[in-house]
């Protein structure tokens, strides 16, 4: 792809997205509102679902962590958790997040397979204003599950910018993948991938130059086991700085889990563990 052109797009994603936000800055939502009214999700439900059953009361099957009271704007930390294993016939197969005051209110898609074992994720994300934030997850049969979680915090898009984007930029695209405690054949083991890469929103300003940087962040992460997919996200920049994701797999005897990331300037980014799996007797017979 044309760089020059790849650049416009990116810089034109920014402007729009602060356009955007304009008319939505007077008022902040409340707790106490009706998260089924707002324009914007109603908006994104009917494009995106076309009219589909969504059961709000989803919990059963997916369910959404996140802080009443963000510590940090820019750094606020959820958790995606399936309430079920994935098997071949039953298994979550994508999960949307929706921030609704986000400048962009939709977050991303994180997709799973069977081989995920479990469609959990963990990852921190930028929430720019008191907020409802919802999860919508779909099942390999069809049906929509919702969760919904409100939370206080603002300015996470647009906080000033204050380190070298220079800098920043050169040091982008170092990957760290790798499993939590020793995996065990067959059964889902949890593994963290954490991604050097500013994430620029382009609505911050620069302190030192008054400047806004252009948008610049990590939109796709595809992860592997055994060269069998694992777990596909699509995000933007609602992804905090330095992406970080925590996320299942089902390792066999030996295999190599790898990670691909691509951001908006086209560039890529590869990660690769190699996994030695003990049988699950092994364990059994460690326990006894």
């Given amino acids: 792809m044309n760089t020059a052109w790849s650049g416009y797009r990116v810089l034109k994603l920014a402007c729009l997205v602060a356009a955007t936000l304009a008319p939505y800055a007077a008022k902040a939502a409340q707790p106490d509102d009706d998260p089924n009214k707002n324009a914007r999700w109603l908006d994104f439900k009917e494009g995106t679902f076309k009219g589909r059953t969504i059961d709000p009361h989803g919990d059963a099957v997916i369910k959404l962590d996140a802080p009443m009271r963000a510590a940090d704007a820019a750094v606020v930390p959820i958790a995606i958790n399936a309430q079920f294993p994935q098997t ?36 921190r994300v930028r929430v720019e204003d008191y907020t409802f934030m919802r999860v919508v997850a779909e099942t390999n049969d069809g049906k929509l599950y919702s969760s919904i979680r409100f939370v206080k915090a603002s300015g996470g898009c647009s906080a000033p910018a204050d380190k070298d984007e220079d800098a920043a930029e050169r040091t982008a695209g170092q990957v760290r993948l790798q499993a939590e405690g020793q995996a065990v054949t067959g ?24 400047n806004y940087a252009t948008a610049y962040f990590v939109r796709k992460v595809e992860v592997t086991y055994a060269d069998k997919p694992v777990m596909t996200a699509n995000v933007n920049f609602s992804i905090s700085e330095n992406p970080n994701f925590r996320f299942y797999f089902v390792p066999g005897a030996s295999g190599e889990l790898k990670a691909r990331i691509e951001d908006t300037k086209n560039k890529q980014f590869d990660g690769a563990v190699a996994i030695s799996a003990q049988p699950a007797n092994a364990q059994t017979s460690a326990m006894k």
């Fill in 187 to 210: 059964k889902p083991e949890l593994a963290q991938l954490m991604v050097r890469h500013p994430n620029r929103t382009g609505m911050a300003m620069n302190q030192v130059t008054r």
């Fill in 88 to 123: 071949p016939s039953h298994y979550i197969r994508k999960v949307y997040l929706f921030i609704d005051e986000n400048p962009e209110p939709y977050a991303g898609s994180f997709e799973f397979t069977p081989e995920s074992g479990l469609a959990t994720i963990e990852t």
